[in-house]
C-alpha cells in the first residue's frame, strides 16, 4: 500500500512561486497515476493537477494552466507541482492523491484520460496548507 506525504506548503506574495513535493512510500508507486488537489475554506475539493505513471502526459484545471507543472521522479518516489504566478485565489490546503490498483484498466476506460475527480483516487496525503497574500 502506498502511503503519501504533502511538503513544501507556506506563506507566499502574489506573483511568487512554491513547489509541493509529494513523497510515495510503499510498494508500486510507478503503478499509480498521480493527481492534486486542493480545497479552500467553504468549498469543496477541486481538481488541479494529474500525471500518468510515467508522466508522459498531464492534464490541468482551466485556473491553473500555464502557471502549474506537474512532474513525477519514480526513481526518487515523488511528485512535485511547480507553482508559479501565485495568486490570492490558490489559497488553499493542497493534497496529493493516487489513484488506485486499476490504475491502467480505468485509463484506458477512460479513452487514456487521466481522472479529476476525487472519486477516482483511493490513496489521499494529509495536505499542506498554502497561503497567498495580496
Known amino acids: 500500500q502506498v502511503q503519501l506525504v504533502e511538503s513544501g506548503g507556506g506563506l507566499e506574495q502574489a506573483g511568487g512561486s512554491l513547489r509541493l513535493s509529494c513523497l510515495a512510500t510503499?510498494?508500486?508507486?510507478?503503478?499509480?497515476?498521480m493527481g492534486w488537489f486542493r480545497q479552500a475554506p467553504g468549498k469543496e475539493r477541486e481538481f488541479v493537477a494529474a500525471?500518468?505513471?510515467?508522466?508522459?502526459?498531464?492534464t490541468y484545471a482551466d485556473p491553473v494552466k500555464g502557471r502549474f507543472t506537474l512532474s513525477r521522479d519514480n526513481a526518487k518516489n515523488t511528485v512535485y507541482l511547480q507553482m508559479n504566478s501565485l495568486k490570492p485565489e490558490d489559497t488553499a490546503v493542497y493534497y496529493c492523491a493516487a489513484d488506485g490498483p486499476n490504475s491502467g484498466i480505468e485509463y484506458l476506460v477512460r479513452g487514456l484520460a487521466l481522472a479529476t475527480r476525487t472519486d477516482q483516487y483511493e490513496i489521499w496525503g494529509q495536505g499542506t496548507q498554502v497561503t497567498i497574500s495580496s
Open positions: 500525471i500518468t505513471w510515467q508522466g508522459t502526459k498531464t
Open positions: 510503499g510498494r508500486s508507486f510507478t503503478s499509480y497515476a
